[in-house]
């Protein structure tokens, strides 16, 4: 089984007191080798998956199900970076019949992005205004979907990206969180910025189905043993992995 990462959000929009379970704030984590939790606070994993790859799914993944909700076949999604969900966002978007473009600041994963999917990759160290890039690969009209990882410090190049009429799922804050906007190019463009917070238990078994119907397995960078747990979180404030990190309880 997964843990639902906020146990009483079973569906539909989060109450304060739903979103008071969450798990790793404000009650305790999963770095545990045993814990107790109410049976609607589990769900099936997918069967052909191992313990570390279903373990990327209460968060990360659901995160990148959630954010590309109302995707359809053919639009254009942008993600940002290699981490767990940005790597979730571009394996469901391909699902979905999307085609994605991808970011990132390492020449050497360009390769690896196109290999699972990315129709096209910009290095935006290389190119600090990509917004413009992606616009134009995406025909010149945009993105309809920006899945927003970077924050305030990427927010002005996702607002250059995405359509006229598109969506910017904002789900995470590694570039920051405050910055100057234009405020001007959101309601020009008539653009919606939405809020992700995982997701909720139905979307969860909506997702673990479609990763069971497709065969799909999360990209797990490295695994360590969980009493390395420090060595694995300095790895990922590093920006080392391509995708999760996982530690095992042995």
Known sequence: VCTQMTPRWTCGEPTREEVRSTLGGPLDGVLQERMVLAEGGLVRAPAHLTDEEAATLP???LTAWSALAGVRAGDT???Q???GVAIFALQFARLLGARVLATTGRAE?????RELGADAVVNYREQPEWGAKIRDLAGGRGVDLVVEVGGAG???QSLRAVR????IALIGVLAGNAAAINLTSIFMQAVTIRGVLVGHREGFERMNRAIALHGLRPVVDRTYPWTEARAA???MAAGEHFGKIC???E
Request: charged share 20%; glycine share 18%; with cysteine.
């Open 154 to 156: 990427t927010l002005e």
């Open 59 to 61: 968060c990360a993944g």
């Open 164 to 167: 006229l009429g598109g969506t």
């Open 81 to 83: 970076g290699t981490g």
């Open 77 to 79: 999604v942008l993600v």
């Open 247 to 249: 530690l095992r309880f």
């Open 233 to 235: 979180l300095e790895a």
């Open 109 to 113: 994963r360009e390769e690896h992005l």
